[in-house]
């Protein structure tokens, strides 16, 4: 009985710490972007790789860490360095800046920023569905663009959306207790 109650604690505990940091970003999000809510999206988009299960061939060892590429400027690449070398399991998070969509890659986890031009969205939108992505962003009408996961501010809080047709799609399988924090965008 212990061992099952441990991850449901563990659980438990990163998503009230998640739930507690939006209220402080609430402030900021209504006065613009700063370097506080790229970090509490960093924050997360970490707890996002704990709460999602990629197939078993998106990874070539069982230690291979996370390849988080952040489309986006330099402040909001500082502001996700903050999660660098967090580990998730036997894995950590590796964070990247991508400037050129044909040089992002196959990362596992794609943040794209709301400054990036809609050409560059749907060329990385439109490589990610090849693969194993886990496409994050904070773009109106992301998840229509074939995009997973996007961040929304609605009455100055900070909210997000999944798309679990998308997510499914990318062979991503996104956790119960994750859905029922998020607005689904649409059904299966």
């Known amino acids: 009985m212990q061992t099952v109650m441990r991850p449901v604690i563990l659980i438990t505990v990163v998503l009230l710490v998640s739930a507690l940091l939006i209220g402080p970003v609430s402030s900021s999000v209504v006065h613009g972007e700063t370097g506080d809510e790229y970090a509490v999206k960093a924050a997360f988009v970490l707890n996002f790789a704990r709460f999602f299960q990629w ?18 400027n330099q402040s909001i690449v500082d502001a996700f360095r903050t999660i660098h070398g967090k580990r998730i399991g036997d894995r950590t998070i590796q964070v990247r800046r991508g400037t050129d969509p ?6 596992h986890l794609l943040f794209i920023s709301s400054g990036i031009d809609p050409p560059t969205l749907f060329k990385l939108l439109g490589k990610a569905k090849a693969c194993h992505v886990l ?31 998308i997510a499914d799609m990318q062979g991503l399988t996104p956790s119960s ?9 649409d059904d299966q």
């Not at 900070?158 to 047709?165: G, K, V």
């Not at 207790?177 to 965008?185: E, F, G, W």
């Open 55 to 72: 197939p078993g061939n998106a990874f070539t060892t069982p230690t291979e860490p996370y390849d988080l590429c952040v489309m986006g």
């Open 102 to 107: 044909d040089q992002v890659g196959t990362p």
């Open 135 to 165: 496409t994050i962003g904070e773009v109106p009408h992301f998840a229509e663009f074939g995009g997973v996961i996007n961040f929304l501010n609605r009455q100055g809080r900070l909210q997000f959306e999944i798309s679990r047709r």
């Open 177 to 185: 207790r994750l859905l029922k924090l998020a607005i689904i965008v």
